[in-house]
């Protein structure tokens, strides 16, 4: 009898298991809605595309905002199956004019999380101006030497032992840990070298008043996501500390509302620290969103939710990966 009533208990605790696992909620990651002739980052999904897979969402799963996520994980709740939330990072214009009908007309709900310091400007993202200047530039000149001089110290040269799309993933890295002021002179100086300083309107983030527009939308939910899009676990407490409340402060400031969710730039396990964490606690953020592969449990860190990335994919391309998350 003991044998058997430990053979039910590992069977019982097996199928809970199973259960949980199967029960666990998909996080989707999307940037841009817009058609592109280039497109290094893999960010951008066309508007047919965006289109087809929130129809097929909306057909196939059960949506859920991130207000009814965090109710399910503060309250412990069972998550529904085949549960999809829906998120942007970044906060291009293209998702106040190509999002916001798809999803409003659908009915589903979507958390946009915004970076700040370029709302209301022409300034494109950083690594859309090192596109600009470096992948988009025939002119690029055979040497270029950057030294920028403050509490960080840069210098390197560009040569022309490597094509423009090897310089431009090297330089993408590069910056990626370099502190904000810095990377900024840097590559300001770099696009001023091939004389091309102009911002593309297609590279554009939104203005204040497109945002406030969008942020009215019943389905749209906005979240902070940096000032300045570092990579946050390569600035010191303080250097954290200004980027994220920077961020909530300017969003709460336009918009005229508390903001409750934030996800992490780039958003990689080497790219947020317990530092990073701990601040957004005492922002009081209720759920922290991440970019690695994972579904949502019960259990999850509600500090570091998992998401997938999405590509621009076709309609059947989008329902093969909807369909392995799920696995």
Request: charged share 25%.
């Amino acid at each position: 009898m003991p044998l058997i009533k430990a053979f039910k208990s590992i069977l019982y605790k097996a199928k809970k298991i199973k259960e949980v696992k199967r029960n666990g909620a998909v996080i989707l990651l999307y940037h841009r809605v817009i058609n592109l002739q280039s497109d290094p980052q893999q960010l951008a999904v066309s508007p047919e595309h965006f289109e087809k897979h929130i129809q097929l969402i909306k057909r196939k799963y059960d949506v859920l905002s991130f207000d009814e996520l965090y109710y399910i994980l503060s309250t412990k709740k069972k998550i529904p199956k085949k549960s999809i939330l829906i998120t942007f990072d970044d906060g291009y214009n293209d998702n106040f004019y190509h999002c916001k009908d798809i999803l409003t007309n659908n009915k589903v709900p979507a958390v946009f999380f915004v970076s700040t310091s370029n709302l209301n400007t022409r300034t494109e993202f950083w690594w859309d101006s090192l596109e600009r200047c470096i992948l988009n530039n025939k002119k690029f000149p055979l040497v270029v030497d950057i030294n920028i001089e403050s509490s960080f110290k840069c210098s390197f040269s560009l040569n022309d032992n490597r094509d423009n799309a090897e310089l431009y993933d090297r330089l993408i890295e590069d910056f990626r840990s370099v502190p904000p002021l810095e990377r900024n002179l840097a590559i300001d100086q770099i696009c001023f070298c091939v004389d091309n300083e102009s911002g593309r309107q297609t590279h554009m983030s939104m203005n204040n008043e497109e945002l406030i527009k969008f942020s009215n939308s019943s389905y749209i939910t906005i979240g902070a996501h940096t000032h300045n899009h570092p990579s946050l676990a390569a600035l010191d407490y303080e250097g954290q500390l200004y980027e994220i409340g920077k961020s909530k402060e300017t969003l709460e400031n336009i918009l005229k509302k508390k903001i409750n969710y934030f996800s992490y730039p780039f958003g990689s396990l080497r790219d947020y620290n317990n530092d990073t964490k701990a601040i957004c606690r005492n922002l009081e953020f209720l759920l922290v969103a991440a970019n690695y592969p994972g579904k949502v449990y019960k259990t999850t860190n509600t500090f570091e939710l998992p998401r997938y990335l999405v590509r621009n994919w076709n309609e059947d391309e989008f329902s093969e990966k909807l369909d392995s998350f799920f696995l």
